[in-house]
């Protein structure tokens, strides 16, 4: 279903409220509640449309736009990124209003050819050009690799807002618009979780754009991200969480003990390094993977200081989940972690090694300890999980100014 609403005297917001997309980018991004997408669109001297939808919400889009429009056409269409979310609907836009002029950089251009469609034209814009459509003016500003090389946002300097596409998004599915009809902790959360997932390794870019925005002065009224919440209310705080996590700034007692098992043996040692970590007064949040959706998981790393590994011994490798979740996080670059192995086995040690230089690919400052069990923990395995446990809090620097 899409939501039409009126968010200022000429702009209108079109929201799909995707109940049904609980799997938002395909296997990538697992959601519990669907997903959400907006495209905006300004009524001025000229009628510009900013970001489209997916193809799936193609027919049903195109209902409500015209029914918005009310028999005018669409005469700019705005592609702040290509990414099929926001644009794979673009070609039936396009066909229902060929004389629209469509703007977008020059990556996007190359990438829309490329993705979707070589016989239409674009204008290439790069930051500080500027689009006035009568009243009002749009300017550009390039924000490469937040998250996509042809990533840009735009802001529309009359009504100060920014149309920000992917930055400062969130999966939240509702039908309330504005961020105060929330708890702000509720978005902050759905909105961490989504960074995680989408933006995380891209932080060095979040914080030029950041800047580059901060530098041109812009006044922001109002942030107009194409997934989720409108922000009005709490733009300083949304802005100062993207800082914190393009900083990787992590809560230096938070510890997540990503796990998983066959017949329960590394379960017993997660329970042990759980609580031997927990009773050190640490921050410790256990997850078995095939349990939990991976991106929660993520937005728990994200902020953690900590990230300990556990898994029994499959045929001399680690599980597949747990290899899985290891690739996942190479893909997603947590920054300024330590990390810790441990696991279960039955006739070979050889998994514990495996995973601790996986880890090292992902940049995780990996503990030249571990403990393990051949089959179920015993005494010796106990005392030794606890070493690592100390071992790990030591690391944490906890106690250090
Ligand atoms: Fe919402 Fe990068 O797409």
Redesign the pocket.
């Known amino acids: 279903m899409i939501q039409t609403k009126k968010i200022s005297e000429n702009i209108y917001n079109f929201r799909v409220i995707g109940y049904r997309d609980i799997n938002f980018h395909g296997p990538i991004y697992k959601t519990d509640h669907g997903s959400s997408y907006n495209a905006y669109l300004v009524i001025d001297e000229q009628v510009t449309l900013i970001d489209t939808v997916e193809a799936e919400y193609s027919a049903e889009f195109l209902k409500v736009v015209e029914k918005v429009l009310d028999g005018r056409s669409i005469d700019n269409i705005i592609i702040n990124?290509v990414?099929p979310?926001?644009s794979s609907s673009f070609i039936d836009v396009v066909q229902k209003y060929p004389n629209s002029k469509n703007f977008c950089s020059e990556r996007a251009e190359k990438f829309m050819q490329n993705m979707f469609f070589n016989d239409v034209e674009y204008t290439t814009v790069k930051t500080g050009d500027t689009l006035s459509t009568g009243k009002y003016n749009f300017k550009f500003i390039l924000t490469p690799f937040v998250?996509?090389p042809d990533n840009m946002v735009t802001y529309l300097e009359e009504e100060k807002i920014l149309f920000s596409n992917?930055a400062f998004g969130n999966l939240t599915v509702s039908t309330k618009t504005f961020d105060d009809e929330f708890e702000l902790v509720d978005l902050q959360n759905s909105s961490k979780e989504y960074y995680a997932n989408?933006i995380m390794p891209c932080g060095r870019f979040v914080l030029k754009a950041l800047k580059e925005i901060e530098d041109l002065q812009l006044e922001i009224k109002m942030i107009c991200p194409?997934?989720g919440i409108i922000w009005r209310s709490f733009i300083p705080q949304i802005i100062e969480n993207y800082k914190k996590w393009a900083n990787f700034e992590s809560k230096k007692d938070k510890v997540v003990i990503v796990y998983d098992t066959i017949w329960g043996n590394t379960e017993l040692l997660t329970d042990d390094l759980g609580s031997e970590l927990a009773n050190l007064g640490l921050d410790v949040k256990v997850f078995r993977v095939s349990e939990y959706r991976p991106s929660l998981i993520m937005s728990e790393i994200l902020d953690a200081s900590a990230v300990i590994v556990g898994t029994g011994n499959f045929n001399g490798t680690m599980l597949p989940t747990i290899a899985g979740f290891i690739e996942r996080m190479f893909a997603l670059k947590p920054k300024n972690k330590i990390g810790a192995v441990y696991g279960s086995y039955g006739w070979a040690k050889t998994h514990l090694q495996r995973m601790k230089d996986r880890l090292v690919e992902c940049e995780i400052n990996v503990l030249d300890f571990d403990t393990s069990s051949n089959f179920n923990p015993d005494s010796e395995n106990v005392e030794v999980t606890k070493q690592l446990a100390s071992i790990i809090y030591e690391a944490l620097g906890v106690d250090e100014e």
């Open positions: 990124h990414e979310d926001h998250h996509w992917d989408i194409s997934h």
